[in-house]
């Protein structure tokens, strides 16, 4: 959901009417980086035995997405309710006894939980001092950079 959620969010910033190629780029990687961690579970659990399967993905709640305030915010929300599930999954795993499932969810999920949404706080931020019109087209050129 948060892989698909990123991608309308992505496609809706490319538009001819909000032209914010930077921002669009950057939550189009969020929504890769979604994808592989959904993966990344996948091929876990096949290497523990389990089986997977499929189910229907809920659409995104929206199909216009606002300012880049309002993306930003909303992407913040989904980030916390991501890393709420993993902790839920962490607790769960715990209360099983299961250390390898525990100990796979710190290492390969949390902290970067934790500095994703640090990293869209600040960009919220950012995004909050520019404001709209020509604010939001300086912060897509600025705000947004290859590591």
Sequence with gaps: YASYTYLSMAYYLDRDDKAMPNMSKFLKKASDEEREHAQTFMKYQNKRGGRILFQDIKRPDNDEWGSAV??????????????????????????????????FIESEFLQEQVDGV???????????????????FQFDKLAFHDD
């Design 118 to 136: 640090k990293e869209l706080a600040d960009l919220l931020t950012q995004a909050k001092r520019c404001g709209e019109g020509l604010g939001e």
């Design 70 to 103: 309002d993306i930003l915010e909303t992407a913040i929300g989904l980030e916390k309710k991501v890393n709420q599930h993993l902790l839920d999954l962490h607790e769960l795993a715990d209360k099983h006894g299961d250390k390898n499932f525990c100990d």
